[in-house]
């Protein structure tokens, strides 16, 4: 079955910067979108950044634009969220996901595959 393997993440302080890598397996993954969400403790998952796979064309919540770059290499079936300028309110798991679509990227219901997560934590 399909796989989405997340790593890279940690314990950093803030204004450090962390690459979130995830790797894809048993998944077309040219012809996926891929998303990245974080899910604080006690908050809902929440959309982070998506790049589709039609054009390459990047998306970002407000509160990461700016600080965070999507990217993919198909090549590898991988793609990274690089991080910088952390503040203590990115603390959260984030979690890789594969959608089919290259609409409505923000929402989770477009995503049909999720990994496991990696935590992210960023002390003050």
């Known amino acids: 079955q399909v796989q989405l393997v997340e790593s890279g993440g940690g314990l950093v302080q803030a204004g450090d910067s962390l690459t979130l890598s995830c790797a894809a397996s048993?998944?077309?993954?040219?012809?996926?979108?891929m998303g990245w969400f974080r899910q604080a403790p006690g908050k809902e998952r929440e959309f982070v950044s998506a790049?589709?796979?039609?054009?390459?064309?990047?998306h970002y919540a407000d509160s990461v634009k700016g600080r965070f770059t999507i990217s993919r290499d198909n090549a590898k079936n991988t793609v990274y969220l690089q991080m910088n300028s952390l503040k203590p309110e990115d603390t959260a798991v984030y979690y890789c996901?594969?959608?089919?679509?290259?609409?409505?990227?923000?929402?989770?219901?477009?995503?049909?595959?999720w990994g496991q997560g990696t935590q992210v934590t960023v002390s003050s």
């Open positions: 996901a594969a959608s089919p679509t290259v609409q409505a990227l923000a929402v989770r219901q477009a995503y049909d595959y």
């Open positions: 048993r998944l077309p993954f040219r012809i996926y979108t």
């Open positions: 790049i589709s796979w039609s054009r390459g064309n990047t």
